[in-house]
């Protein structure tokens, strides 16, 4: 369903058009064209409204976000630039859950977290297609042997890379500890997801021990070479919030074998379709949920 019938299908479900006539809030939203990332990527406060995680990951906002704290006792917020250290409640909680652990790692203070979501949520201006509803975020491959960063050197300093051979194998910098932190963040029952580069995974398979379970959470996913992301299960009554569907079963191992074996031997590019519609435009307002205008207009 395109996302402004889905949108237009929420509504009425929940009785907000009338009987005598279009509901105004509706009518708003779906005339609302502004390019969602601009509506969403200049807000610099949270929203009251309360709704929560509207939408799903790359199509969605958030309200009543809160931010992570910039310094805590086992964590570091990075880039605060971009502002985009808020999450929803649940996600903070994570967050602080698997620093605690990282802490008690060889060689590890803590975690370094990077982009998690904006405070309204919503499209960003530049990176991310996902972190739109505070529930992703962005685990840092390197361990932080200090927490007591300044802003300036928290935007001048990088995390590490991981790969080699363009994300097929690991690289001399993979540690045990970062084998066992995605271990740890894939086993938590909040945990919908995990991406990391196809060699990271290929490794992780080689390496697992015991109960393998988890691995089925890790997914390979190009560009996840200096961190991974972290991507949480709706929270239980979250009425709007869309969970991704779950991955196919099994520990995903074979798949990432046949992701490395394609950075190492690249297909064909397939042929361009001509029947192909043409690349759309930026995302609108009114291609989101309808709950994200209530999101944009609360204070």
């Known amino acids: 369903m395109r996302p402004v019938l889905a949108a237009l299908a929420i509504v ?45 990951y790359a199509v969605g906002c958030q309200a009543g976000a809160m931010a992570l704290p910039e310094t805590g006792p086992t964590w570091q917020a990075m880039r605060l630039s971009r502002n ?33 979501s904006q405070p309204r949520g919503g ?41 080699r051979a363009g994300g ?40 697992a021990t015991g109960d393998r379970s988890w691995l089925n959470k890790v997914r390979p996913w190009a560009g996840h070479n200096t961190h991974f992301h972290v991507r949480l299960n ?9 969970d991704q569907v779950p991955p196919p079963p099994g520990d995903g191992c074979a798949e990432a074998e ?6 190492l031997n690249p297909p064909p590019p397939r042929p361009r379709d001509p029947n192909a519609p043409p690349p759309r435009g930026p995302l609108r307002v009114n291609e989101l949920p309808a709950q994200c205008s209530l999101v944009l207009a609360a204070p």
């Open 12 to 56: 009425m479900a929940l009785g907000a058009c009338r009987a005598e006539g279009p509901d105004p809030t509706l009518q708003a939203h779906l005339s609302d064209s502004r390019v969602a990332r601009e509506a969403f990527g200049y807000q610099s406060t949270a929203s009251s409204a309360s709704v929560g995680p509207v939408g799903g």
């Open 84 to 116: 985009r250290n808020w999450a929803q409640p649940e996600t903070l909680a994570f967050v602080q859950d698997l620093s605690r652990y990282a802490a008690t790692l060889p060689g590890w203070e803590g975690l370094y977290i990077g982009d998690m």
């Open 123 to 163: 499209p960003m201006l530049s990176g991310h297609a996902s972190h739109q509803s505070g529930l992703d975020m962005d685990i840092w491959m390197l361990p932080p042997n200090r927490l007591d960063l300044t802003r300036s050197e928290r935007e001048a300093i990088s995390s590490r890379d991981m790969q």
């Open 168 to 207: 097929a194998y690991v690289n001399s910098s993979w540690t045990p500890q970062h084998a066992a932190l995605v271990q740890r963040a894939a086993q938590d029952p909040r945990t919908a997801r995990i991406f990391i580069f196809g060699g990271a995974k290929v490794e992780l398979c080689r390496t």
């Open 234 to 242: 709706c929270p239980a009554g979250a009425r709007y919030c869309e």
């Open 258 to 263: 046949e992701f490395v074996a394609n950075i």
